[in-house]
């Protein structure tokens, strides 16, 4: 017995309805969310993420996309145009003329004309073709500033990420002083009861504990601020939770201010963007100055003529015509307006080598400043690791000797106080390290650098 076609497609919905309920009673990965989600994001993926947002690159994506098409526009005006035209006119007196005192109508009231026309430029002083290098130079000046916008959100992105890290350390930072606290609170409350202390000193304690709990607070407003600065960054919910998985790291990086600086003048988009925009006033020069030469094109038509609208048989003209013209215009005196155009377009040069000769000084100081707060947050972090493990070792020993009563509450309130600051100094000693290596990269003219606390090459 054969399968009819309408039974093939009952049992293939019948299928899919299979299938379906399988998908949704095995969840197959795809419908689950992702196992490092637990985890959070790493840098990389908050710049995958920030760069895909970001607002700023589209817009230079836009202009790129503009750019191009200008181009393709200026290459047009090499081409041959063709157009068309329809005109009617009407004559009060048509056109006559008289013969042994009679008069001749040679023309019609109403004249129909139907034209097509093409007009190719021969020679333009080069205008045509400086205008194209500018567009095309155009394309090159937008592709560097996509560059630099990926850059500037990428610098944004790392800082904002590593704010964040901060910031959820100095939560455990506050966490760990009111637990400190709190337990100095416990012990000196026992002390007083059996009256081995005075009350004012519980009363200090409490004081400090209320004072951490205050700084706790202010801790914890601040890792909401930094979490929502980067969901802004990544086109997140400012209020979303958001986990990272990256952490505060560091390692040896040797850094060389000369090389450093050496690249920045080759690889820094500024710089490239205005040798681009001095390439452009160059061929501005050679646009203003084609008016010196004269303009030489070449135009064909076609007409069709008639007396009627519909271009049929007349009595006065000759249906079809056609006519070849080459035109040279010359315009040799026009009080020095071309001179003046063209020595507007060379001081906007000498403006352009100005503000490149200030910026470049400008990108040797940004260098120097990064190479210097990277070496100086390299030398804080080994100070930063030493303070705190000295803090903590003073901290035990001082609360140890104050809960035998060989010290006194004071003593271990400064303790306390210590180990804080040393543990606030480090993790912001890392942070500096971190968003100095970023800016210093920046410095240097260079992309998505590697995350992760892998070296990069020596610089």
Known sequence: MGITFGSYVA???RLAALLLALALT???????KPAESDKGITLLQALSM??????????IMAELEKAQFQKKEAFTYFLPSLGTSYTWTKNQNPQSFRSQGQRVIIGSENVYQWTTAFRQPLFTGMRLLSQYKISELGVNLAEVNMSLATMEVALQVKEAYYLYLRAIKGVDVTNSAVERLQSQLKVSKDFHEVGIIPINDVLKVEVELANAKQDRVRAYNNRALSMSRLNRLLGLPVEKKLKVADKLGHYPLKVNYIKAREKARVERPEL???GIQLKQADQSIRSAQSDFYPQVSL???????????????SDFYDTTDYQVLTQLNWSFWEWGRTKYQTSQVRADKRRLEAVRQDLQDQVDLQVREAVLFLIEAQLNIATATTQVKQAEENYRIIFERYKAQLTTNTEVLDAQLLL???RVNYYNALTTFNIAEARLKRAMGEGLVQAGGKPEPKM
Do not use: C
């Open 299 to 313: 135009t064909g038509s076609y007409f069709f003529t008639s007396d009627s609208p519909e271009m049929g048989h």
């Open 26 to 32: 095995a969840s197959p990965a795809w419908a689950q």
């Open 420 to 422: 804080t600051q040393a």
């Open 272 to 274: 490239k963007a205005l």
């Open 11 to 13: 049992l293939l919905r």
């Open 50 to 59: 920030g760069l895909d947002y970001s607002p700023n690159i589209k817009q």
